[in-house]
């Protein structure tokens, strides 16, 4: 448990503006400090045995090494380092990616301050904090039928069509092809044995595949 000494932090994060923000303000706090700060994962990779950070506050979406795919390097250089995940995206497959790769917690960048800090002593202290939002996605997986047909991005596509979303809408927040989100639908469905959108909804939420 880290208490009564400073807890050492880095920022990854390749926007200059929310950087220097989240730097100022973590520095404002007594016992946090941000040792360094970095616009991409190469870059933080060669410095993070020296920085020795408690926490890395990490953005998904990177130039070049992507967040999801850095949590992996990252623990591999400092395994007891705790990794908070601090993005704009709240979809399924990122949430639950992110915690299988090694992810301490997940926050959406609309949090506040507060909510930063007391996340940032949370993951030091062995807990998983997580945005609301977060946290009612992975609550919500838990209350799915298990035995479903569909395929996690199945599901997570189906569940933005009850929405009320479009197919370009869909393949925009999810960062696919529109024909990628055409073939997902066809699949389900086939699956549901449906030939509508609002028969593959009632199907999937009166079997709470969704």
Do not use: W
């Not at 990854?12 to 007594?30: H, M, P």
Request: overall charge neutral.
């Amino acid at each position: 448990m880290i208490k009564e000494k400073q807890i050492r932090v880095v920022i990854i994060e390749d926007d200059k503006t929310i950087r220097e923000g989240f730097s100022y303000l973590i520095n404002a706090v007594v016992n946090y400090t941000v040792v360094s700060s970095y616009s991409n994962v190469e870059d933080a990779l060669k410095s993070l045995p020296i920085d020795q950070p408690h926490v890395v506050l990490l953005d998904i979406e990177l130039p070049g090494i992507k967040g999801i795919d850095s949590i992996s390097k990252i623990k591999s250089t400092l395994p007891s380092c705790n990794i908070i995940m601090l993005t704009v995206f709240d979809n399924e497959d990122l949430v639950f990616s992110a915690l299988k790769n090694g992810a301490s917690g997940y926050l959406t960048k609309n949090c506040s301050t507060e909510k930063i800090i007391e996340a940032i002593q949370e993951v030091s202290d062995g807990g998983a904090p997580m945005s609301m939002n977060i946290a009612k996605i992975v609550i919500k997986s838990f209350h799915k039928n298990q035995d479903s047909p569909l395929t996690r991005r199945e599901t997570e596509i189906l569940e933005q069509v009850a929405k009320g979303k479009s197919r370009n809408k869909i393949a925009k927040d999810m960062f696919i092809d529109l024909e990628t989100v055409k073939s997902h639908i066809k699949n389900i469905y086939s699956k549901l044995n449906v030939h509508s959108r609002e028969d593959a909804i009632k199907e999937a939420k009166d079997n709470k595949y969704i």
